[in-house]
Nanobody, 118 residues
Framework: QVQFVESGGGLVQPGGSLRLSCEAS????????MGWYRQAPGKERELVAS????????NYADSVKGRFTISRDNAKNTVYLQMNSLKPEDTAAYYC???????????WGQGTQVTVSS
């Protein structure tokens, strides 16, 4: 079955950095665009960044452009999100899934919590 295991979140001060990882299994990882999504309390889940498999082309939400970088390692079935210059409004649970604005798989991992606060 499809599984996602996210890690790397934590508490960080504004301006700080974190690197998230997501290991995927249960599907042909290198055949899919992968995305990082986030959900803040009381808000809908939103796509933060996505990366196409073979071209490596990336797309970012306007709110994170220039601060976040998505990457992937197809040999490890893992997608990463490097987050720099973090802001309090980046506070959310972060998840990965296959797809773009609409995630492909119905199952989600447990997510990893990112809290940006002084």
């Amino acid at each position: 079955q499809v599984q996602f295991v996210e890690s790397g979140g934590g508490l960080v001060q504004p301006g700080g950095s974190l690197r998230l990882s997501c290991e995927a299994s249960g599907f042909t990882f290198n055949g899919y665009t992968m995305g990082w999504y986030r959900q803040a309390p009381g808000k809908e889940r939103e796509l933060v960044a996505s990366i196409i498999s073979y071209s490596g082309r990336t797309n970012y939400a306007d709110s994170v452009k220039g601060r976040f970088t998505i990457s992937r390692d197809n040999a490890k079935n893992t997608v990463y999100l490097q987050m720099n210059s973090l802001k309090p409004e980046d506070t959310a649970a972060y998840y990965c899934n296959a797809g773009g604005p609409r995630a492909i798989f119905a199952s989600w991992g447990q997510g990893t919590q990112v809290t940006v606060s002084s």
